[in-house]
C-alpha cells in the first residue's frame, strides 16, 4: 500500500483507543470455606441460571443448570444464587464465600441499594442467609464467571434442572473452563 506523507500522519494522529488489561484469577478460601459462583441467564423470555461450588483449593464439589421459567435477567440471577444457597445450607456448608457479576443483585443483598420488584422477594431470601452462619457476597468481574455462564447457557438446552457432581459429568466446556 503507497500512502501519501499526508495521510500517514493522519491515520498516526488519529485516536487510538486502549484497553486496559487486568489480571484475574480465582483466589483461594479458607480451609472450612466453599466458593459459589452463579449467573443468570434470559433467551426469548425463557429463563435459567447456572453455577459452580468448588472447595477451598478450587476442586469441584457440584455444578448445575437450573431452568427457571419466563421473567428477566436480574430475576434469573437471584434465583439461580438463591437455588445454590439453599442447597449450601442444606448439606452442611456453613462457610460460603459467594460471587456474582450482577452488581445490582449484590448491591440489593448487601443493602447498598433498594431492590426492584421484580426481585424483591427473593433478594430478602437471600438477605437472610447473608445474616446467618459465614456467608459473605461479592462482586466480581464477568470474566471470573466463565463456568457459570456456560451452566447457565446450557439451562436453555434442558427442559428439567441438571445437577452435575465432582464424578467427571460435567460439560465438557465448562471443563475445559
Known amino acids: 500500500m503507497k500512502a501519501s506523507w499526508e495521510e500517514f500522519l493522519k491515520i498516526i494522529s488519529s485516536n487510538v483507543y486502549l484497553k486496559k ?91 447498598k441499594s433498594t431492590p426492584p420488584w421484580t426481585i424483591a422477594n427473593e433478594v430478602k431470601r437471600l438477605q437472610d442467609f447473608f445474616n446467618q452462619s459465614e456467608y459473605s457476597i461479592t462482586h466480581y468481574n464477568r470474566e471470573i464467571n466463565q463456568v457459570a455462564d456456560n451452566l447457565a447457557s446450557l439451562s436453555h438446552n434442558y427442559n428439567t434442572n441438571i445437577l452435575y457432581s465432582n464424578n467427571g459429568n460435567s460439560p465438557p466446556k465448562s471443563k475445559g473452563l
Open 21 to 111: 488489561s487486568i489480571f484475574i484469577k480465582w483466589t483461594k478460601l479458607f480451609p472450612s470455606f466453599v466458593k459459589l459462583n452463579t449467573d443468570g441467564s434470559c433467551r426469548n423470555d425463557s429463563c435459567g441460571g447456572g453455577g459452580i461450588v468448588r472447595d477451598h483449593e478450587g476442586k469441584l464439589i457440584i455444578d448445575f443448570s437450573l431452568v427457571v421459567g419466563q421473567g428477566t435477567s436480574n430475576w434469573a440471577e437471584a434465583v439461580a444464587l438463591l437455588f445454590r444457597m439453599s442447597w449450601c445450607r442444606n448439606n452442611g456448608y456453613k462457610n460460603v464465600q459467594a460471587e456474582n457479576d450482577s452488581k445490582l443483585l449484590v448491591d440489593c443483598v448487601k443493602k
